[in-house]
């Protein structure tokens, strides 16, 4: 049996809320610690304010988007019972 560990292919960007791959990711030091970001979001700041607000607009469409599934998916699991 091996020991080592394998480094998963991909990484949670906390900007997007999503698993990226690894080669898409950068590891910035925060005041709360280390954390991974994608390239995508961090070139993103360095863009226009309109193109950062319609970049953030997509961002929370999609988390919205996901949150909501994941909110019909709990409440017919709970009508279910």
Known sequence: ???????PAT???YHCRTHHPVEEMKLL???TG???RCIKSIE???RSR???DAY???VSAAN????SGRARMLNKIQQGR
């Not at 049996?1 to 480094?7: F, I, L, Q, R």
């Not at 919205?64 to 949150?67: G, I, N």
């Open 1 to 7: 049996m091996s020991s080592e560990k394998k480094e």
């Open 11 to 13: 990484r949670y960007c």
């Open 29 to 31: 030091v925060t005041k």
């Open 34 to 36: 280390s954390r991974w």
């Open 44 to 46: 993103a700041v360095k």
């Open 50 to 52: 309109e193109e950062r």
């Open 56 to 58: 953030g607009k997509q």
């Open 64 to 67: 919205q988007a996901e949150a």
